[in-house]
């Protein structure tokens, strides 16, 4: 039995195919009903208990280099694939790359503008203190952006907290800087708000700063329209309201005229046509005089804006909450954008 299963072995290891046919001939003389290996074990089952434990691995070997010879020649894969009636020929469709995330794209198009301005980047903590957020920015002590209602606080800490506004680093930048100073500052920003769709606790502001002799309100406006130009397009109109802010002053809000053509327009500007998008001012005195810059001296303005609220007059996004869930569906949809 020896002999036979060496010979056996050799007939295998030497067997040729010319098609699958073959292979599948192959497999039924060895492992089908009738087959060799059925043959063996039949003997094997005669021969005495002490010559069993050198036959079965033997036995056992064979069977494997069968099992592993027609795996070879016709490949499992191909067997199952061919079952499946997939052409396994075909080129493969390439891996597919992820997209730019359309938050990242309107902030980067934001901050290009302004770098061609001569504006520098600059960036700050997204877990501040007291001063930075609240006090070097002329916030009064009693005011309510500092109320739990608003702020998150971290281990109840007063004075350790996430920023509600990227002024702060206008803050940071003016302890690091001597005027003349041009930033323009991108970043996260936290704050206490129920999730909707026009709100979230968590979302994304560009600030800019600019600091220098006689920078004047007309300064501010006209960067600002240029702005708006860029980005919106050269018809683009704005205009300014009144506004407040602790740490600006004069202040105001800026609205592009966003039109009335259809009924959409009219909803998402109250029938009005215009829609605000950023707020802005001269930087009061005493945030300069605060952080070290002689307001004798040296005038700025400033500007912060929501890049949510620009993204979703670019693409026409009605809910907020699409920017934050990840779902494919919607990301997608900006492939292609840089
Ligand atoms: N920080 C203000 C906000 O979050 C925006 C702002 C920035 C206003 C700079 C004026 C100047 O609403």
């Known amino acids: 039995m020896k002999a036979r299963i060496g010979q056996l072995m050799a007939e295998v290891a030497a067997a040729e195919f010319s098609g699958a046919d073959e292979v599948e001939e192959f497999r039924v003389a060895y ?11 039949a003997a094997f089952k005669e021969v005495p208990g002490d010559q069993k434990r050198e036959l ?27 079952a499946s009636g997939l052409d396994a020929t075909r080129p493969s469709g390439g891996v597919p790359l992820g997209t730019h995330h359309p938050l990242q794209v309107v902030r980067r198009e934001i901050v290009d503008i302004f770098q061609n ?13 007291d001063w930075h957020v609240f006090s070097g920015l002329n916030f009064p002590p009693e005011h309510p952006a500092r109320d ?4 998150f606080f971290v281990e109840r800490n007063p004075d350790v907290l ?11 930048e003016m302890e690091k800087r001597k005027p003349p ?5 991108p970043g996260r920003v936290f704050r206490n708000e129920a999730i909707s769709a026009r709100a979230h606790c968590m979302f994304h502001q560009i600030e800019g700063l600019y600091i220098d002799k006689d920078v004047s309100f007309a300064d501010l406006k006209q960067t600002l329209l240029h702005f708006a130009r860029c980005f919106f397009g050269p018809d683009t109109k704005i205009r300014l309201r009144p506004s407040y802010f602790p740490f600006t002053e004069p202040s105001a809000e800026v609205d592009v005229y966003w039109g009335l053509k259809t009924e959409v327009d009219k909803r998402i500007t109250k029938g009005t046509g215009w829609l605000e998008i950023l707020g802005c001012g001269m930087v009061d005195p005493n945030v300069l005089e605060a952080n070290g810059i002689d307001p004798n001296v040296y005038s700025g303005f400033a500007f912060g804006m929501g890049i949510e609220r620009i993204s979703m007059l670019r693409y026409q996004i009605g809910d907020l909450r699409h920017f934050f869930e990840n779902d494919r569906r919607f990301l997608d949809q900006f492939a292609g954008e840089r």
């Open 148 to 151: 739990m209602q608003d702020t």
């Open 162 to 172: 996430l920023r509600t506004h990227t002024s702060s680093v206008q803050v940071r």
């Open 181 to 185: 100073m041009r930033l323009i500052m």
């Open 56 to 82: 079965g691995p033997m036995l056992n070997a064979l069977k494997q280099a069968v099992e592993d010879k027609v795996k070879a020649a016709s490949g499992e894969t191909s067997s199952s694939v061919k």
């Open 117 to 129: 301005m001569g504006f520098a980047v600059a960036e700050g903590p997204e877990i501040e203190d």
């Open 31 to 41: 492992l089908g009903r009738k087959g060799k290996m059925k043959d063996l074990m």
